[in-house]
């Protein structure tokens, strides 16, 4: 009997569309982490980079559950005394509306050089039109 190992040259790259419209943030993060690392997938390997992109659009219209909308804070330093600033997510929504998506993936992933990768496989777009038509990317229901 023989273990196979995934070996990068081995993975095959899809592209997934998600739409963001009325979907709980937490649960769409975890499920868009999910095809990021590739564990959907029969031959993931955990020290290799087997997932698929994931194109998030209408990020703008994202759920919250509660009184999230102004209780839940980001948080960013500029490494001078004084220097916390915090957002709500609301603020966040109308200024940046891809941060809040991209922050809670980026915490379901690994926190190593693997996982800055694969962050790099996440497109999110606030509005309902991305620019990668050319990948024929499928849908996720």
């Not at 009325?22 to 029969?42: E, N, Y």
């Not at 694969?118 to 038509?133: C, F, I, N, S, T």
């Amino acid at each position: 009997m023989k273990t196979f190992v995934t070996k990068p040259a081995d993975v095959a790259r899809d592209w997934v569309v998600v739409d963001a419209t009325d979907k709980t943030l937490g649960r769409l993060a975890s499920q868009i982490a999910t095809i990021l690392r590739g564990k959907h997938k029969p031959s993931f390997s955990p020290a290799v980079d087997c997932g698929d992109y994931v194109i998030v659009v209408n990020a703008e219209k994202i759920a919250v559950t509660g009184r999230r909308m102004e209780q839940k804070k980001y948080y960013r330093h500029s490494n001078y005394p004084g220097g916390l600033t915090e957002t709500s997510l609301r603020d966040m929504l109308v200024k940046h509306p891809d941060r809040p998506i991209r922050f809670a993936v980026k915490g379901m992933l690994p926190k190593n050089r693997l996982g800055r990768k694969m962050m790099r496989k996440l497109k999110v777009y606030a509005g309902p039109d991305h620019p990668h038509q050319a990948q024929q990317p499928k849908a996720l229901e």
